[in-house]
């Protein structure tokens, strides 16, 4: 890299100017201005800039992974990000802490000045929802009524083209489908791995039933349980059923997809799936990173506002609590703890998948 050719100059090169002069409180055009209105404007106009560099992130991410054959070193890059992405998520729930130093009158001083602002108009978090597969038709029913009418018709353009697009979601799901250890030469993984499930719940349900020590009610309340794991399983393995279930919303993965993240799980040790199994639990953790800001901010908004209507015309607390227990992004992924089985029931791979797994000759 060659030296630069003129000095840079700190308060040019960051721009400090344009910084430190775009905090304008909208309460000091009607009167005193509301002291709290600076800190508020502050803390959101970081998390914009955090939101763009977790896009800048993502959007390097989206071609490497989107392939057709990636490269074991590019997926150590794409958790590297991830790890990235997940420090930030961390500043933003810390930054939560730094607004609760205001209190809710503090609060009432200057929010009825930003009717109908509201984080709704986030174009940024709408194109992070949006990129990483968040899009309307898996949003709530009120996101998919509302999710566009509040924003104006630049931004609504570029935000409904962008639905169209790729996703990261359907990158990681089009990678999956493609893994090729599930079937190897005369080697059929879920056969074995079916035999192996039906055996473990074989021995659970005889177990359930002469188990003394539960009552006839209880028996028949964990044996019913046990049926449901089993139809589970049975779903997992058929396509038909699993097909019918993801019509239904319950998967969402293709079935080739969902069936190799979980040998990915079951399998992370083999010294090709370490890196893959690293990225399925940085999405993961993505995803609980952003549940956690979800519900931090709705039990914030509880404390500012209580039961009042949000800024932006939504039903503020009950909106917020729905969309942090229902707007998640790698769910499948997040349910693969369902097809665990032990260590010990775990079918052997034979030697040349083994070896196909392994990095040397």
Known sequence: MQKNIKPCYYSDYLQLDKLLDAQHPESKNYGNEAHDETLFIIVHQAYELWFKQILHE????????????VPEKELSTINLRLERIHK???????????????????????????IPASGFQSIQFKEIEIILGLKSEFRINFDKESFYNRLNEKDRNHLMALEEQPSLYDAVENWLARMPFLEFGDFNFWQQFSDAVDTMLDSDEQTLKEANYLTDAEKRFQLNDLAN??????ALFDKDKYNELKQQGVFRMCQEATLSALFINLYREQPMLTAPFRLLQALVELDVNF?????????????????????GGSSGHDYLRQTTNNNKFFRDLMNLTTFLIPRSALPELPEEVIKAMSFGK
């Not at 549940?291 to 908004?301: C, E, F, N, P």
């Open 229 to 234: 794991t089993r139809a589970n399983f049975d």
């Open 58 to 69: 993502i959007n390097a991410i989206m071609p490497v992974l989107s392939q057709t054959h």
């Open 88 to 114: 930030i998520q961390e500043v933003l729930v810390d930054q939560i802490d730094i607004i609760e130093t205001m209190t809710p009158l503090d609060f009432l001083d200057f929010r009825d000045y930003l």
């Open 291 to 311: 549940t956690l800001w979800r519900s931090r901010h709705v039990d914030m908004v509880m404390r500012m506002i209580g039961s009042k209507i949000g800024t």
